[in-house]
């Protein structure tokens, strides 16, 4: 018998984009299914009147508070006012920043938003995104040679995505659809440099997704065989021949998210560059 779902509050202040707070609270959320956080974000809290307005908000709706901030002054007053107002806080970095200082045996420089400074690894990001937004779905310049990663496969293998995921990691992702009985372009083939990895799934899980789009958005594609199983099948098994004469490997995209996915695309490029 499945419980009830029930819902809590989950505070996450910060004082840069919070985009680590919200990633590590729906890593925790995502542990108990019967539980669903209502996410509160605060981002960019530097000062004390900024952080009496969030309390403000706390006090009406209470719940768990998570929170990453330089300013050890506001850190203790968060600490403070939970404890006053019996709520669990946690300053999600603090053990992570206490382990780096043991290890390198000194204290960390405490800047605020350090990770999203426009450094090199910055620009690299962008120029990735650049490029990734240029090679979607087909688009082939003649600079191909310069990708790092190409995907392919059939209709809503979810290659769009997954390239501007890879793209945010500063990797340049081109991809490109595989359409039954259209052979690869030459120049995707006589490609060096980018790692080719084919995109996979059931016929149920393509057939699914593909009934809940707009058809009318998808070239080259009859209605009814658009979400036919059995012409999806064939469509597979086309793509899975291509990916075989050329030796480009296959993931199954059917049980995975976008960052799974990701993930053993980049475990696969790691294997292929020795490391």
Not at 14 to 26: K, V
Request: with cysteine; proline share 5%.
């Amino acid at each position: 018998m499945n419980k009830p779902q029930s819902f809590f509050h989950l505070h996450l202040i910060s004082d840069a984009t919070g985009e680590t707070l919200l990633a590590a609270g729906r890593a925790a959320a995502a542990q108990y299914k019967d539980a669903r956080a209502i996410e509160h974000i605060y981002p960019l809290i530097r000062t004390e009147k900024q952080l009496m307005k969030v309390f403000e908000d706390i006090e009406e709706e209470p719940g768990i508070v998570l929170y990453t901030l330089v300013d050890q002054n506001l850190a203790r007053g968060i600490d403070e006012r939970c404890a006053a107002m019996g709520l669990p806080c946690v300053s999600v970095l603090e053990p992570v920043i206490s382990v780096f200082q043991s290890y390198l045996g000194t204290p960390a420089g405490r800047r605020v938003g350090a990770q999203h400074v426009l450094d090199a690894d910055y620009f690299q990001r962008i120029d990735a995104l650049n490029f990734t937004m240029d090679h979607d779905d087909g688009q082939l310049p003649p600079d191909m040679e310069d990708a790092d990663i190409v995907l392919i496969g059939i209709s809503r293998t979810s290659k769009t995505p997954t390239s501007i995921y890879l793209a945010n990691r500063g990797i340049k992702t081109a991809n490109i659809p595989i359409v039954l009985g259209v052979p690869m372009p030459q120049s995707l083939i006589e490609a060096k440099k980018p790692l080719v990895v084919g995109l996979v799934a059931t016929a149920e899980r393509i057939s699914h997704v593909r009934q809940s789009r707009t058809l009318g958005t998808t070239a080259d594609y009859e209605p009814n065989d658009y979400v036919d199983r059995a012409t999806i099948n064939e469509e597979l098994a086309y793509a899975r021949q291509i990916c075989t004469r050329h030796g480009w490997p296959m993931i199954d995209v059917s049980r995975r998210s976008i960052e799974e996915t990701a993930a053993a695309i980049l475990a696969l490029r790691g294997k292929r560059q020795g490391f």
